[in-house]
């Protein structure tokens, strides 16, 4: 298995535009989760689906955050209208539902200048 | 609410010397507890869990051991590597919680040869 993938690994973008990330989870695997790191807060949890319906999305920050999982193989995580406070490392991760353990992908670096 | 507090970092060590990083939790029930290693420009792997009091995790000579009297999970390990670099991020995750994992905010080690 080629493990959880996520594109583009780098994104540098103006501060307005639109970003939309992409994660590829684990085949078989019905649980997914995003999560952001920054130096100043660490790994947060943004938002978490199970069998592609959202559990839980109390921490997305704001409205300008929105995630997606339209089929079990593929979910967005889109932030418009981007901001520099927005720039972080946004990590996909998944599991499968009693595994109690997740799979990470290698994290899509964002910047907005 | 559940959280994790691990050792401020950074911290660092020359080649095989000991190593703890301490991390204790607040958490309702029986959480599972994890280590999770984060090398440089990758996304985060599992590195141990322990899923019940009294477990000891263990893998590529690290360890830790669940202390639910201290409620504890520090990790050691006995002869430190350069390789070993990394940030190491303590976690739990909740019974029925979906497998979220809640997050230390994570240990820079460098290891110095």
């Known amino acids: 298995d080629a493990g959880v993938i996520q594109s583009p690994r780098h994104e540098v973008t103006e501060m307005g535009q639109e970003v939309t990330l992409r994660c590829k989870p684990i085949s078989g695997h019905n649980s997914l989760f995003w999560y952001r790191q920054t130096m100043m807060r660490g790994l947060e949890l943004l938002i978490y689906?199970?069998?592609?319906?959202?559990?839980?999305d109390s921490g997305m920050p704001e409205d300008r955050f929105s995630a997606k999982m339209p089929n079990a193989s593929f979910s967005t995580l889109k932030i418009q209208p981007s901001e520099p406070r927005d720039s972080a490392v946004y990590f996909c991760?998944?599991?499968?539902?009693?595994?109690?353990?997740?799979?990470f992908g290698a994290g899509s670096r964002l910047t907005v200048l | 609410g559940d959280s994790v507090t691990q050792m401020e970092g950074p911290v660092t060590l020359s080649e095989e010397a000991f190593l703890t990083i301490n991390c204790t939790y607040t958490a309702t029930g029986y959480p599972s507890l994890f280590w999770y290693v984060q090398y440089p420009g990758e996304g985060l792997q599992l590195l141990l869990k322990?899923?019940?009091?009294?477990d000891k995790g263990s893998n590529k000579g690290f360890e830790a051991t669940y202390r639910k009297e201290t409620t504890s999970f520090h990790l050691e390990k006995g002869s430190v590597q350069v390789s070993d670099s990394a940030v190491y991020f303590c976690?739990?995750?909740?019974?029925?919680?979906?497998?979220?994992?809640?997050f230390g905010t994570g240990t820079r080690l460098t290891i110095i040869p």
């Open positions: 322990a899923t019940k009091a009294d």
């Open positions: 991760a998944s599991s499968h539902t009693g595994a109690n353990v997740l799979t």
């Open positions: 689906f199970n069998n592609n319906v959202p559990i839980d």
């Open positions: 976690a739990l995750s909740v019974p029925f919680g979906n497998e979220k994992l809640t």
